[in-house]
C-alpha cells in the first residue's frame, strides 16, 4: 500500500532534519533553504487545524473490553506517535508488529538523534522501549500510564543501522502491570528494562488537559 500524502511529508521531513545533521552546507545554500522552508511553514500553519484522534471521549469504550477496542484506540493515536507514527515528522519511523504476545519496534535511528559520536542518544532509545511497551498493552486489551521505567544499558546503539526492541507483560497484579524489554542492534544486547504501568480509563486521559 502507498504512503499517504501525509505520511510522504513526514517522511521528507524527518530525511531533512537528518541530512541537515548530516552534511554541511554553504552558508548561501542554507539560507535558501530556510527561507524556502519558512514559506511552506507559513503555508501548514495557515491551514485548519486537525480533530483530535478521537472525535469525542464518549466514543471510547470504557472500560476497554478486549484487545480489539484497544488495539483500535492504539491504531486512531499511532499514526501520529513519536517512534511508530508514520505521519509524524518530528518521529523517528519505525515499524511495527507482533510475534505472538510479544511487541517488535525497529527502528533506524538518524543523525538527529545522536548521542556520542556514532551512537544513538540513550534518551531516543528509552523512548523507543516505552512506546513499545505501550502496543504490548494494547494487544492485551489494556490503556495504561508509566508509573516508572528502570533502563539498563548494555552497550552502545549505531546509527543508521536497526535497532529492534522486544517488550512483553511479565506480570498482572489488578491495576498494576509489569512489563521488560530487551533491545538489540544485531546480535548485540543494547539494553534491557522493567517498567510498572497502572491501568486507567482513556477517556478522561483523551478528554485533553485539565483545566
Do not use: C, Y
Amino acid at each position: 500500500m502507498a504512503p499517504s500524502s501525509r505520511a510522504r511529508v513526514a517522511a521528507a521531513v524527518r530525511r531533512l532534519g537528518h541530512g541537515v545533521v548530516a552534511h554541511d552546507l554553504a552558508d548561501d545554500d542554507l539560507e535558501t533553504i530556510a527561507d524556502e522552508l519558512e514559506g511552506i511553514v507559513a503555508r501548514v500553519t495557515a491551514s485548519p487545524r486537525r480533530r483530535p484522534p478521537a472525535d469525542s471521549p464518549s466514543d471510547l469504550p470504557a472500560p476497554l473490553e478486549d484487545e480489539r477496542d484497544a488495539m483500535a484506540l492504539f491504531a486512531s493515536l499511532a499514526g501520529d506517535a513519536v517512534v511508530a507514527g508514520e505521519t509524524n515528522p518530528l518521529g523517528l519511523g519505525a515499524r511495527f508488529w507482533l510475534e505472538e504476545d510479544t511487541a517488535v519496534v525497529e527502528a533506524v535511528v538518524g543523525p538527529a538523534f545522536a548521542g556520542a559520536p556514532g551512537r544513538a542518544h540513550g534518551g531516543i532509545l528509552v523512548t523507543v522501549i516505552d512506546e513499545t511497551m505501550g502496543s504490548v498493552l494494547a494487544h492485551h486489551g489494556l490503556f495504561a500510564l508509566t508509573a516508572w521505567l528502570h533502563v539498563t544499558f548494555v552497550a552502545a546503539a549505531p546509527l543508521g543501522q536497526p535497532v529492534t526492541t522486544r517488550a512483553w507483560l511479565a506480570a498482572r497484579d489488578g491495576r498494576k502491570l509489569t512489563i521488560q524489554a530487551r533491545v538489540q542492534a544485531g546480535d548485540t544486547l543494547v539494553a534491557e528494562a522493567e517498567a510498572l504501568f497502572v491501568a486507567v480509563d482513556p477517556r478522561p486521559f483523551l478528554a485533553g488537559p485539565p483545566r
